[in-house]
Nanobody, 123 residues
Framework: QVQLVESGGGLVQAGGSLRLSCEAS????????MGWFRQAPGLEREFVAS????????NYADPVKGRFTISRDIAKNTQYLQMNDLKPEDTAVYYC????????????????WGQGTQVTVSS
């Protein structure tokens, strides 16, 4: 059974930083892309970032470019999202995802999802 477990969410002041982690278990995702989506109250889930299977190709949503960095450790089946200069509009539940290609940005194109971790940024 595939499991994606996120950690690292929490409450932070604007301008602060958080690092999210996501560990995958149940199978090896060596040839899969990994990524993050987020969903704020009353809004649809939106793409945040993704990384290809080897970790050298990355894709970011415009609102987080220059502030967020995605990375992965293939040996640990784990990915990370380093979030710097956080803003109140970054407040959302962040979901870890696994898919077939890192260039996809629609939720339906990622078959595996974690339960989510709350990130709250206060002003």
């Amino acid at each position: 059974q595939v499991q994606l477990v996120e950690s690292g969410g929490g409450l932070v002041q604007a301008g602060g930083s958080l690092r999210l982690s996501c560990e995958a278990s149940g199978r090896t995702f060596t040839n899969y892309a990994m990524g993050w989506f987020r969903q704020a109250p009353g809004l649809e889930r939106e793409f945040v970032a993704s990384v290809n299977w080897s970790g050298n190709l990355k894709n970011y949503a415009d609102p987080v470019k220059g502030r967020f960095t995605i990375s992965r450790d293939i040996a640990k089946n784990t990915q990370y999202l380093q979030m710097n200069d956080l803003k109140p509009e970054d407040t959302a539940v962040y979901y870890c995802v696994v898919g077939h290609t890192y260039v996809r940005t629609q939720p339906t194109e990622y078959p595996y999802w974690g339960q989510g971790t709350q990130v709250t940024v206060s002003s």
